[in-house]
């Protein structure tokens, strides 16, 4: 499309164009790119072509002149690293510049920092680059960045420019609440994206020339071998940010466009969440603190990575530390240190493993045991003898809802009379984000929505519901935080009959169901939108509602 624009505007010939194409697959170069590197084309004739098929402004920067009070719009850091310039306010709208469609999406940032509309125009690199330095005294992030490929070489604080770019990412992403870093390459960009609220969102891009030194910086911090590079790794960082002790567990898996990152970020600083703050109803917290102080049996956690089943297990064990008790965790990793628990390291290259650690636990007579995660069905028949002679055992399991856990152990080789003797309860669980206080607002709900979440339109006709409009302090999401939606099933002797006789996950769901031992997470969804706590939208995103979904009253 673009060489087709190019060739009817005059600006080059088919045969510039064939030749580009051939060359761009050797470089991995946009058509644009390799059009410019080759000498067929110039910059700014390239932008101009590229602003009328993007269908957006061109503005020549070397002309005219920015109004000190439009510069002073944008925050000077900001419009720096991010290499955007504002130019014009016209009709309540803020005009700036970008080299490059894709940091349209840092517009969209710019206009929730501002509250105002952002309208992008389309500049050549150079001519952004020379403006940026001219207003802002420094060229954008992208070409201070450009002779980064010496770690040695360093400004005049001391720090290598590489150095000054890890620590402002991991600070940004601490600022922005992110649980995750993303760090991910492509031929002709390195973008970066932060995990917040469980939604990934784009955070930077960075020239492609950069993805070397940054993923060697970040090995070195993680004790990886930064010579290989067709391997996956895992290391972890220790860093401190503004008094704040945050551990890093890193990740790199080797992709068809050089190595992928993942910095998953835990903040050893904040508060470990207490069984009040996770979320639950009254009827729910009574009945999971009723199961977690039995004094033997399994009580499961279950969900996706991701859902918090860490951090309520964490509050099970906070609710349950005493003086008069021990506990003893298996963790891979250990991911908080908790002040009277005695935390083991699990770790498989040694032949320290989930079963290994069990079996050592059980000869340091503990009273409440952790297992990190049942994995295979050695480590869920020793946590299951550990049940049944005296010690309570918690652990997770991955599976989509409550229910699934008895057949996945089931599945995994453990005798479903053991099953149907040990475990107490299970709790699954999503997270889901919570509304923005400051900008959630109020609508009548459609009785398809009704619907979904399991409520009859004959009795909540009229009620009302909120969803988030969007606004500075939610960043445009319409949401800040998150909580938890549970499923609890309590075992009854009903229930551990039907599990002794092996009968179908379908009868044991409906049998719970029908007795009450089962509340679903639909259920629990439709309780927190009714309370204005979160939207339709995103009780349905995390749950899987059945055909006949419990009505919630």
């Not at 991701?306 to 099970?316: D, E, N, P």
């Not at 938890?484 to 002794?500: A, Q, V, Y």
């Not at 009780?539 to 919630?552: M, S, Y």
Request: proline share 4%; hydrophobic share 45%.
């Amino acid at each position: 499309m673009l060489g087709e624009m190019l060739v009817a505007a005059g600006a080059v010939t088919e045969d510039q164009v064939r030749e580009a194409l051939v060359f761009q697959r050797g470089g991995g170069l946009r058509l644009g790119e390799a059009l410019v590197q080759l000498g067929h084309l110039d910059q700014t004739t390239l932008a101009r072509v590229l602003a009328k098929q993007l269908s957006m402004p061109f503005v020549d920067l070397t002309r005219g002149r920015i109004a000190p009070e439009v510069i002073a719009r944008v925050p000077s850091e900001f419009a720096v690293e991010q290499g955007i310039l504002p130019i014009k306010e016209q009709g309540g709208r803020l005009i700036v510049a970008i080299d490059d469609q894709l940091k349209r999406i840092v517009a969209d940032q710019l206009q929730f920092m501002l509250g105002v509309d952002v309208v992008c125009a389309l500049a050549t690199p150079a001519a952004l680059a020379a403006a940026l330095a001219e207003h802002y005294g420094a060229a954008p992030e992208t070409d201070v960045a450009s002779g980064m490929a010496a770690e040695d070489e360093v400004d005049a604080e001391g720090d290598a420019p590489i150095i000054r770019l890890v620590t402002r990412m991991f600070q940004e992403a601490l600022e922005a609440r992110a649980s995750d870093i993303h760090v991910e390459p492509s031929p002709s960009m390195l973008r970066v994206r932060y995990r917040v609220d469980g939604v990934l969102r784009d955070a930077a891009e960075h020239p492609a020339h950069l993805h070397a030194p940054l993923i060697s910086r970040l090995k070195i911090m993680a004790s990886m071998d930064i010579a290989e590079k067709r391997k996956p790794q895992d290391g972890r960082i220790g860093v401190k940010l503004k008094g704040r002790d945050v551990d890093v567990r890193a990740s790199i898996l080797p992709t068809n466009h050089g190595e992928s990152m993942v910095l998953r970020l835990l903040d050893r600083s904040a508060n470990l969440l207490t069984l009040t703050d996770l979320g639950f109803e009254d009827e729910d917290n009574r009945r999971f603190e009723r199961l977690i102080r039995r004094p033997n049996g399994i009580v499961l956690v279950t969900g996706p990575t991701g859902s918090g089943k860490t951090t309520t297990l964490y509050a099970a064990l906070g609710a349950l530390n005493r003086p008069d008790v021990k506990i003893i965790t298996a963790e891979d990793p250990v991911e908080y240190h908790i002040r009277g628990l005695n935390q083991v390291q699990v770790q498989p290259r040694v032949g320290l493993t989930f079963s290994r650690v069990l079996k050592a636990m059980l000869r340091a007579a503990p009273n409440i045991i952790l297992v990190g995660e049942i994995r295979d069905v050695e480590t869920a028949e020793i946590a299951i003898q550990a049940a049944l002679t005296g010690h309570l055992v918690f652990s997770t399991l991955h599976t989509n809802d409550a229910v699934s856990a008895i057949t996945r152990l089931q599945d995994m080789g453990v005798k479903p009379f053991l099953v149907s003797a040990s475990v107490q309860g299970v709790l699954a669980q999503r997270l889901v984000r919570r509304l923005c206080a400051e900008c959630r607002e109020e609508y009548a709900p459609e009785q398809a929505e009704l619907r979904t979440l399991g409520l009859d339109p004959a009795l909540y006709a009229g009620k009302t519901f909120f969803r988030g409009r969007g606004c500075r302090a939610c960043e445009g999401t319409g949401y800040r935080g998150r909580l938890g939606l549970f499923e609890m099933l309590e075992l009854d002797e009903t229930l551990r009959d039907m599990t002794f006789r092996g009968e179908s996950l379908e009868a044991i769901r409906s049998a719970a169901l029908s007795s009450g031992k089962l509340h679903p997470l639909s259920a629990d969804g439709a309780r927190k939108v009714l309370a204005g706590r979160t939207s339709v939208t995103e009780v349905l995103r995390v749950t899987r509602v059945h055909e006949d979904p419990a009505v919630a009253t």
